[in-house]
């Protein structure tokens, strides 16, 4: 049986920040406009997470069973390693997607916004269907639009709608960088995998533009929060803290480009994740600020 290690590795604990960065940026988007409530905000986060995690053990799961994870660089599989029963991983990400569902509930609740329950559907079946089913669109390249949606504007513009009943510009263009950055994280992880996922049938967006192509793509989604912050800047010149992951994102973008491949490129994606976190700090300081 596992140990709490190997189900806490399971869990992809470095790509947390994919979750915990829209929140904050959307509860920094509420307090510009004198509508933050700290414990909607709290909530949000527990959704977020326990979303996350639950991807993460739901894809360990499913491609597990598949035989895809057979021969992967990079964390531990639980299913792939045979460490743990399938079935032991599956009712894992239930259980998160059920803990997220039960805190969504309470903040939909209290809100009175219950349309907002079939944006919680349609991220459970996103998050389910990613690589699960028979025909998961994880496997078909659609994996990186649909992580843009459900770790940039829906949870940058849910935390803040269900706080204010308003989107405002700047939560708008700010949750497009998020998604953009949760993007390359994904983007980074499938040209990691590109060889095995290409033998194994999975045709993700890498192995769909080939080698050269998934290096430029991951690039364009590295470097298209900056521009977002230029953007930003606009409204205030506070924004321009967002620039402080520039370093960070331009180092993992320069292994890319260089043809860095297998275990080289899981610090790109332990930066990517990184510079995404100071991004949102910066910017959510800056939002406050302006």
Do not use: H
């Not at 409530?37 to 499913?62: K, R």
């Not at 792939?80 to 039960?102: D, E, M, T, Y």
């Amino acid at each position: 049986m596992a140990t709490v290690a190997q189900w806490m590795a399971g869990a992809r604990v470095r790509t947390l920040p994919n979750s915990v960065s829209p929140v904050l940026v959307g509860a920094g988007a509420a307090v510009a406009i004198d509508g933050f409530v700290w414990w909607q905000s709290v909530l949000a986060l527990v959704v977020a997470l326990a979303f996350q995690i639950g991807v993460n053990y739901a894809n360990d799961y499913s491609d597990g069973i598949r035989g895809t994870d057979a021969d992967r660089v990079g964390p531990l599989r639980l299913v792939g390693s045979g460490l743990v029963p399938p079935r032991f991983v599956r009712l894992a990400a239930f259980s998160f997607f059920g803990l997220a569902c039960l805190a969504g509930l309470v903040l939909v609740v209290a809100s009175g916004r219950w349309w907002l329950l079939a944006v919680g559907v349609l991220s459970v079946l996103g998050a389910w269907y990613y690589t699960g089913g028979k025909n998961p669109y994880g496997y078909v390249g659609l994996g990186e639009p649909a992580v843009f949606l459900f770790f940039g504007p829906i949870p940058v513009l849910g935390t803040l709608y269900v706080q204010t009943g308003q989107i405002t510009w700047v939560g708008l263009i700010a949750s497009l960088a998020l998604g953009s950055f949760s993007a390359a994280v994904l983007a980074a992880n499938n040209l990691r995998d590109r060889p095995t996922d290409a033998e194994s049938g999975k045709k993700t967006l890498a192995v769909r533009l080939g080698d050269r192509g998934a290096r430029t793509f991951y690039s364009a989604l590295a470097l298209a929060p900056f521009v977002i912050t230029v953007v930003l800047a606009f409204f205030s010149l506070w924004f321009l803290f967002g620039l402080l992951a520039l370093p960070l994102m331009l180092r993992s973008v320069q292994i890319v480009r260089n043809d860095g491949r297998g275990p080289a490129l899981i610090p790109v994606l332990k930066d990517t994740a990184m510079a995404m976190l100071i991004w949102a700090i910066a910017t959510t300081v800056a939002t406050v600020l302006s």
